[in-house]
C-alpha cells in the first residue's frame, strides 16, 4: 500500500515538474505553478492529457503566447502581471476562472468551449462551457467591448448556466454587455448565478436597471450587488434601461404637451 502511494506521488511530482518546465519555456518573467486539486485515486500514471485536476498559476508575466503542450486544466488564476492582450481560446478550461490585479490588460479572449471549432452562439448542451466561478476584478484598463468569446461581445454569448459565482469589479465595465441577444437569451425565469452576483464598474453610466430586473425575476440567487443607476424591479420587467429611459422621456414630453 506504501509502495502504491509513493508511486502516485512520484508520477504526480514527474507530471508537475514537466508542466512547469514546458509552461516556463512560454513566458519570459514568470512564476508559474501548477498542483493537483485532489489526490489521484488509482496507481496509474498521470499522461499530458490527464489535466482536469490541475490549477494553472500564472503572476508577474509581461509576455503571454499560450501554452503548447497544456490543453486542459480545471481552475485558470492569472494575477499581477504585464501584458496587454490575454488569449485564452486555445486552453480548456472546465471549472474557474480568475483574473486579477493586471493593471494594463486590455483585451480578454475567453477560451473556447471546444478549442478549435467554430460553434453557434450562445453555445448549448455540451458546447456549453461548464464554469462555475468567473472572477474578473482590478483589471483597470479592461472593457466589456474587448471582452470576446468566439467572437461575441455579450455575457449571454457564453452560455453558461448555473454559475455558481460571478465577479466583474474595477473595469471599464458597459450596461450594454448584459443586455439581452433576444426574448430567450437570457432565457426567461432560468437561474444563471446560485450564489453570488457582484458588478462595479469605472464607467460613471453604468445602469444597473436591467440587472436589477433579472435578480427581481430570480435570474441570480444568493448574494446579489450591482454599482450603478437603476429602476424599482417591479417595474423594470426585463426591460434593458436604455428602453426604459426612452419611455420615461416620451412621458414627460406627453405631460407637458397636456400642460400648455
Not at 87 to 109: K, M, V, W, Y
Not at 127 to 152: F, H, R, S
Request: aromatic share 10%; charged share 15%.
Amino acid at each position: 500500500m506504501i509502495e502504491k502511494s509513493m508511486k502516485t506521488h512520484l508520477y504526480l511530482l514527474a507530471f508537475i515538474i514537466n508542466r512547469r518546465l514546458a509552461i516556463a519555456d512560454s513566458c519570459t518573467t514568470s512564476t508559474i505553478s501548477l498542483e493537483t486539486q485532489a489526490a489521484a485515486a488509482a496507481d496509474a500514471p498521470i499522461n499530458g492529457n490527464d489535466a482536469s485536476q490541475v490549477s494553472l498559476e500564472v503572476t508577474g508575466c509581461d509576455n503571454f503566447i499560450g501554452f503548447s503542450d497544456l490543453k486542459t486544466v480545471a481552475c485558470v488564476n492569472l494575477y499581477n502581471n504585464n501584458f496587454t492582450e490575454l488569449n485564452l481560446t486555445s486552453l480548456h478550461i472546465t471549472d474557474q476562472i480568475r483574473i486579477a490585479g493586471n493593471p494594463i490588460l486590455e483585451t480578454l479572449i475567453l477560451p473556447d468551449p471546444k478549442p478549435g471549432q467554430t460553434i453557434s452562439l450562445p453555445p448549448t448542451g455540451t458546447d456549453a462551457p461548464q464554469w462555475t466561478v468567473v472572477e474578473i476584478v482590478d483589471n483597470p484598463l479592461l472593457d466589456t467591448n474587448k471582452i470576446k468569446y468566439q467572437g461575441g461581445s455579450s455575457f449571454w454569448d457564453w452560455g453558461l448556466r448555473n454559475l455558481t459565482r460571478f465577479t466583474f469589479s474595477d473595469g471599464n465595465f458597459h450596461s450594454d454587455f448584459f443586455y439581452p441577444l433576444s426574448s430567450n437569451d437570457p432565457e426567461p425565469g432560468h437561474v444563471y448565478v446560485t450564489e453570488s452576483f457582484f458588478l462595479t464598474s469605472t464607467d460613471s453610466t453604468y445602469d444597473c436597471a436591467y440587472l436589477d430586473s433579472l435578480r427581481y425575476h430570480g435570474s441570480f440567487k444568493g448574494n446579489y450587488t450591482c454599482q450603478g443607476r437603476g429602476v424599482v424591479p417591479a417595474f423594470a420587467n426585463r426591460t434593458p434601461s436604455r428602453h426604459i429611459s426612452l419611455l420615461s422621456g416620451l412621458a414627460m414630453l406627453f405631460s407637458l404637451f397636456h400642460m400648455l
